[in-house]
Every structure is written in C-alpha cells, then in structure tokens.
C-alpha cells in the first residue's frame, strides 16, 4: 500500500493508547481496580486489573515510532489516539478515576508532542460526576490543547442520551471538543453464549446502537446542533434498527411525537466511523447516512484491526473523491482541523 | 394490490393471535398475571394483564374473516398466525403458563378449522420447563396437526442458544416443527430513553441479534442442520454483527477455534422474516443470507405492520422470479408444507 498520493494526508480517527506504565496507586481503596503494566518479553506486556489480566498489548500499544511505521503500511498519514475503554474508568471512585486519566491524558498529550504533525490527541474525563468531567473537558483543552474526547456508550449502566449527560454534551460543544462514543461494558453481555470475547465481537454493535438511540430519543443530538459527535465500528447495528424507528416514525404518532425531525436526519448530524471490516456495511451505510458523515476508523493496534481500511472502501466502490473526503476532509471537520488545503470540508 | 397472479398463493409467516377471551383464571397464584379482555367499542379490546393495559387490539387480533380481507389486501394468500409474543408465558408458574398456552393453541388451531387454506397454526410451548416444552411440542402435533411453534428470543433472561435449550431444538428438528423465534423482553431495554414503545422500536433489532449468535457460538444450528429455524425483523441488527464475526472468525483464532464452520455460512442455515420496512435493508439481507433463505413477514396485524411487503421487495429491486420464491417456496420449505405446484423449493 502507497503512502504516496492524496491519502497520505487520511485520518484514522479510533486507534487506542495503553500507557507504558502506570503510576503506583495512591488513593485510599482498599482493592482498588488499578492497571499495572507487567513487562512481558519481545515488546509486549500484560495490562494486570484487580490482580487478572485483562488484555496483552504489543508496544504499538504506547511506542510512538512502531505506530507511525503502521499507519504507513495502512497507506494513511494521521492517527488520532484515544484510551483503551477499559481506561474511562466510570466504575472507579471519582478521585482513583480522576489520577488514572489524568495520567492517561498526560501520556496521550506526551506521545503528540513526539509527533505532533502525525499524531492528534483525543482524551477521557470522568463522566461518573459531570461537574468534574467538565472541568476535565476545560483542562484537557488549556492543559494539552487537546481538543477530541472518548466518552463510553453508557456511564454505569445508564446510556449517555439520558438527561443527566446533556450538561456535559453541551460543555463539549461550547469548547469546541469532538465527542467519539466507544462501545463499552455491553447491554445483552449476559445474552452471550461462549468466552468473553464474544462482549466485543458480538455485543458491541448492539450496545453502541442503543446509546446512538438514546441521544436521538433523548433529544441531545437536536439540541445541541454545534456537537461534532462520532460513533465507534460503524455505529454497530444502528443502520438497521434506524430503518425501523424511521418506520415507526412514520406510522405511529405515539414515536413520531416524541421527535421534532425523523430519525434518519437527526442521525445524519452524527459521525460514523468505519471499523466494520465489509464492503456491503460501508455500502448500506452511505446510504443511511451519507458519505459526508463517515470517518476511517481501524481499532489499532488491538486483535483484528483494520489493516487496509481504504481497500474495504474502494471494495464498496467509492470514488477516489468520495475516499478522500471520509479519509481526510470529514475527518478534518470532524476534529475542528481543517488545514485549509484540500477540498473544503 | 392485485390478489392475482404468482403472488396469491404468498405466505406471511409473521402475524400474531390475541385470543377473543381468556378462561377465568383458576390456579393457585395469589397475583396471577393472567391476561384478560375489556370489550370496547368498535370491535376493540383491551388486553389486561396484572391490572394492567397492556395492549388495546382490533378484532383483527382474533377474527379469521378480519384477517382474510386484510390478508387479499397485502397481496397474500396465507397467513401464518402466532401467539402475540406476550402470551409466551415463560415467567408464569409452569402450571399456569401450561394452562394459558392450551387455551392459545386451541384458540389457534380453531381459526385454521375455520379456514385451512388460508391459515397456517403456529402454537407455543413453556420453555421454562423443557421436558414439558417438548411433550407440549408433540401435543401440538398430535391434538392440531400444528408443525409450527413461536419462541421468545430469551427465556426469562437466558439466551436459547444455551446448552438447556438444545434438547428442545433435537425435539423440534425430529417431529420436524418449524421454529420462528420473536423479539421478547429484550436486552438493553434499561439503556432506552423515552416510553415503553421504544422496546419494540430500539431494542429488539439488537435483542433478536443477540438470540442469533448464541445458537451460532452455542453450536446449535451446526449440530442440528435438519432443524427449520426462522428469526423475527430481518434478524434485526443481526446482519451487520455477522459481518464483524466474519471478520474476528478470519482473523482472531481464539474466535476461529470456538465454531467449525464460518458464521457467515451457519447464519445462512437459518431463515429470516422481512419485517424491516425498508429495501436498502432488503438488499443487505438478500447479500448476506441469500434469497433462498428469505420470508415475507408482516407482523400483522399490530401497530406499524408492513402493509405493503412486496413493494418493499420490489423497492429493493427483487425480480418476480426472486419474488416468488420468497413469497410462497422459501416459506414452503421452511414450513414443511411444498404442495407439488410452482417451482421446487
């Protein structure tokens, strides 16, 4: 694959970051759920939660030249590096949630500052208190100048379109924040017969397109016109079941009520990224929601990552103009960064 | 919409029952939540159940001559009819579901005596206990000649693609009953924002997507390849969570290791109704599953039913030939009931 060419300059919008290391636990938990890094041969290491391990990570993990060397190869020329999810750390008491990110946002602020040309940061706040996730928002943006956030596809069980949630989607699009909601902790996870890597494969899809649902239903996506707000791995199963609340729409005043615009334009103020590994997906979702409102998305570095996401896209017959706005320009607007070059965006 | 030509032999094999009336309750529950009916005017009726309105139904919930004009309306020539998915009764004592799921069936094979060209009986049984489920399933046959049974999704939280299902399954394959598993009390229903009526609008695409999988990893549909199986609403967002297993499936052994053959060829095994309302949804479905493993499915006569299901079919661009085959062969090879005429199916 060429790095050569208009697609040097394409964005993948959802690669995750697992620091290095991790600070010594300092609170006053008495089994805290903390990470720790053990040091495994050949670049790899085990990520320890709560005494198990929960994930091996290769150094693509935090090493900023072996993700550099990727994104090459993946024929693409920026990378926007956001936590691993199991890092938003919701479920922990705010002041062990509150160290933790912030040392995962200085380790995100640290690896841009090695390539800032390549790299773009997207940080985590801690959405279990809003006030505080607020002003996390405002540090992350005075601190760092990082102006991305991940948020999870539910805080604790509750989905991100609930009420409680609206002060903190208004904050993000007052300072200017791009919002990337990622799949977390899946609803129907108990639904699942086999080992739990199922959670990812299988429940994630169902689990993002309830949250996707929850700021349509909720009206958050309505009212706040000015939020860039994108969703991970295509926005699961949300391209169907869109056709059907858009029926429902249609034909029962009782749902069509609870709307001011159908669902099929309110979806179309969103980002969906394209970590969906399918051409006949990429299809069916430009014809959702447009070309315009689609962003490359890998899931780098972890198990089964998208290594050629711009073949998937030329597979579902994109033109080379139509690739060049999801690889570059709708990535652009997305993040707030265009670079006035290119077409606009 | 004509009732002539090819398409007047067509089968929908989604539309439910809500019996007339219910016999008094006569268990030993102190609060039974044992369904009734409030007649209301207009041919109406409201289904109380604990009190509670549940539903309020037109006489098309119960009135064969109802069904048979709206059924020459739709363009169709026979009707499948199934318990309204409420009335499966898996979180009832076992002796009361038994008894409210005898009045269903008789309620059921009752309107086939009243019309047995047009209608097609498809009972239910308690799946709470499966030794009883399976006798119940050869009473089906043996007191109605019904070879057709509606399961939920999930059995009081459990997924059907759990090991304790499985008997039921070999039971259904050897007395050869078509299985059609329906939506019900879906995962994630916690994560909705807004009326109840968004269960059936959000949640169940992403909870019949759940069922399908668990048969898939739970190996059920591969170890039980006579077994005639059928999945509500198109599999809901079943279709784009097989394409991410089709990739894992390639590409993370872990996954490879737990089935012998792809997802994408085991889901293809199985039929699936559609009730989805749109033809770009048509065409995914027709690419992923194939058109032989396809079903008309109205989900007649509640709220938002399909009242036009083979303009979407034509809408996604099917030939008459395609169309056909859908229509009336696929439902006769799925129903066990190929009458010798049209092409073999």
Same mark, same amino acid.
């Given at each position: 694959?060429?790095?050569?060419?208009?697609?040097?300059?394409?964005?993948?919008?959802?690669?995750? $970051?697992?620091?290095?290391?991790?600070?010594?636990?300092?609170?006053?938990?008495?089994?805290?759920?903390?990470?720790?890094?053990?040091?495994?041969?050949?670049?790899?290491?085990?990520?320890?939660?709560?005494?198990?391990?929960?994930?091996?990570?290769?150094?693509?993990?935090?090493?900023?030249?072996?993700?550099?060397? @990727?994104?090459?190869?993946?024929?693409?020329?920026?990378?926007?590096?956001?936590?691993?999810?199991?890092?938003?750390?919701?479920?922990?008491?705010?002041?062990?949630?509150?160290?933790?990110?912030?040392?995962?946002?200085?380790?995100?602020?640290?690896?841009?500052?090695?390539?800032?040309?390549?790299?773009?940061?997207?940080?985590?706040?801690?959405?279990? @208190?809003?006030?505080?996730?607020?002003?996390?928002?405002?540090?992350? !943006?005075?601190?760092?100048?990082?102006?991305?956030?991940?948020?999870?596809?539910?805080?604790?069980? $509750?989905?991100?379109?609930?009420?409680?949630?609206?002060?903190?989607?208004?904050?993000?699009?007052?300072?200017?924040?791009?919002?990337?909601?990622?799949?977390?902790?899946?609803?129907?996870? =108990?639904?699942?017969?086999?080992?739990? !890597?199922?959670?990812?494969?299988?429940?994630?899809?169902?689990?993002?397109?309830?949250?996707?649902?929850?700021?349509?239903?909720?009206?958050?996506? $309505?009212?706040?016109?000015?939020? *860039?707000?994108?969703?991970?791995?295509?926005?699961?199963?949300?391209?169907?079941?869109?056709?059907?609340?858009?029926?429902?729409?249609? =034909?029962?005043?009782?749902?069509? @009520?609870?709307?001011?615009?159908?669902?099929?334009?309110?979806?179309?103020?969103?980002?969906?990224?394209?970590? !969906?590994?399918?051409?006949?997906?990429?299809?069916?979702?430009?014809?959702?929601?447009?070309?315009?409102?689609?962003?490359?998305?890998? @899931?780098?570095?972890?198990?089964?990552?998208?290594?050629?996401?711009?073949? $998937?896209?030329?597979?579902?017959?994109?033109?080379?103009?139509?690739?060049?706005?999801?690889?570059?320009?709708?990535?652009? *607007?997305?993040?707030?960064?265009? =670079?006035?070059?290119?077409?606009?965006?």
């Amino acid at each position: 694959v060429s790095t050569i060419g208009p697609m040097s300059g394409g964005i993948d919008i959802h690669t995750h $970051v697992v620091p290095r290391e991790f600070p010594a636990y300092g609170g006053s938990s008495i089994l805290p759920a903390w990470p720790s890094m053990e040091v495994l041969p050949c670049g790899h290491a085990n990520l320890v939660i709560s005494g198990k391990l929960f994930r091996t990570v290769s150094e693509a993990a935090w090493s900023v030249p072996r993700r550099i060397g @990727d994104l090459a190869e993946m024929g693409l020329g920026r990378q926007v590096i956001s936590p691993m999810p199991e890092l938003l750390s919701y479920w922990l008491p705010l002041s062990d949630a509150l160290a933790l990110l912030r040392h995962v946002n200085a380790t995100i602020a640290g690896m841009v500052a090695e390539d800032p040309i390549r790299l773009i940061g997207m940080g985590a706040v801690p959405l279990q @208190d809003i006030p505080v996730a607020i002003a996390e928002l405002r540090y992350l !943006v005075e601190a760092y100048d990082l102006r991305a956030v991940e948020i999870g596809s539910n805080v604790n069980g $509750v989905s991100i379109g609930a009420p409680c949630f609206e002060p903190f989607f208004e904050a993000a699009a007052d300072l200017e924040v791009a919002v990337f909601v990622h799949a977390l902790r899946a609803a129907g996870t =108990d639904r699942l017969v086999g080992p739990p !890597v199922l959670e990812q494969i299988i429940a994630f899809p169902g689990e993002i397109a309830l949250a996707i649902a929850s700021l349509i239903t909720g009206g958050i996506l $309505v009212r706040h016109p000015k939020l *860039r707000i994108a969703f991970s791995h295509g926005g699961g199963g949300f391209a169907l079941t869109l056709a059907r609340m858009e029926h429902f729409w249609s =034909d029962l005043p009782r749902f069509r @009520d609870l709307l001011t615009e159908s669902p099929s334009a309110t979806a179309r103020r969103a980002y969906y990224d394209l970590a !969906v590994f399918d051409s006949t997906v990429v299809r069916m979702l430009v014809a959702r929601f447009g070309v315009g409102q689609l962003l490359i998305g890998s @899931d780098y570095p972890f198990g089964a990552y998208e290594r050629a996401p711009l073949e $998937v896209l030329r597979g579902a017959g994109l033109t080379e103009v139509e690739l060049s706005a999801v690889a570059k320009t709708n990535a652009q *607007r997305y993040l707030g960064i265009w =670079d006035g070059s290119g077409e606009t965006p």
